[in-house]
């Protein structure tokens, strides 16, 4: 019965009125486009005007029903980029800070090696016998420079002791002077350094060999050098090497170098004024060598003269007229 009534109401408007209903309607259109289809099917050209015209008729209303799903697309792949992009951002930041820690950590490594050679370079003298040690702590307080190490008594450091480290110019037997062990613990050493204020070491200038005296100043890159006569021969860039005279300091390890426009004449003064600078970097100087002489082989002594069986039984003719002129004495 409701079947019945639906017929009715589709054919029909609900008012029941002879005029045509949704369903005639509909009906209508599904020939039309069925008569258009087979038309174009047959006889395409004839059917391609109207083909466009409806093409573009009805271009708007596919962009526009299109449109929401291009701006879903767009926006959703604009949000997955930026997400990527950042994460990527993240990734490569982190691997950079990991770059940057590495080649720090191989300049580092690469200063030490750089260090190491060269102290091991000088530890290649065969009258002396070294030991490498660590700069725990620096200090530097009103013209004192003084330095803490990581070897003590325990390792055989004693008071005096000269300490040693590498520079900027070493020599081809390599060494610079740092300083002399004042104080000595059990596990750690104090170390005075040639610039302090109450340092002195006995110096030969390399070119000329006059001598002189190396003073600190207490600053760590000045040096005075002293006791040298106003007449006396020296230029900026002379190279002063430890002289051995006070038994302390073994010879010939480099101390200082006379700096530009160093040399100054004070009128009516018998010394010249001149600074020079320590040709150790003592900023960043990290590991220096404590210095041992080795003892000198001990000679045993030459026994005395004695007449040797061969000597006897070299010459019996000396022998018999030694004895013939002692029997006829008698």
Known sequence: MRLIQSLEAAIYDVDHHATPGLFIRFVVLILIALTLMFV???SPSNTLPVRTLFSIIGYPLQLAVDAPFRAYNVTEGFFADQTRVSKQNAELEARLLEIKADYRNMKIIKQQNERLRSLLKISKRPDFSFTMAEIL?????RG?????INKGTRDGVFVKQVVLADGDKAQSQGGNIFGQVISVTPLSAQ???ITDLQHAIPVRNLRTNKRALASGTGKPDVLELKSIVAESDVRDGDIFVSSGLDGLFPADFQVAEVVSNGVNYVPGDP???????PLINFQNTREVL???RNAEPEVAPQPADEPSENTNNANPEAKTNSAQV???AQ
Request: hydrophobic share 50%; charged share 15%; proline share 0%.
């Open 40 to 42: 174009d099917h047959r």
């Open 137 to 141: 702590s620096a200090s530097d307080y």
């Open 144 to 148: 004192q420079s003084v330095v803490t």
């Open 191 to 193: 170390v005075i350094l």
């Open 271 to 277: 010394f010249a004024n001149i600074k020079a600078r």
């Open 290 to 292: 404590l210095l041992w």
């Open 326 to 328: 002692a029997g006829a």
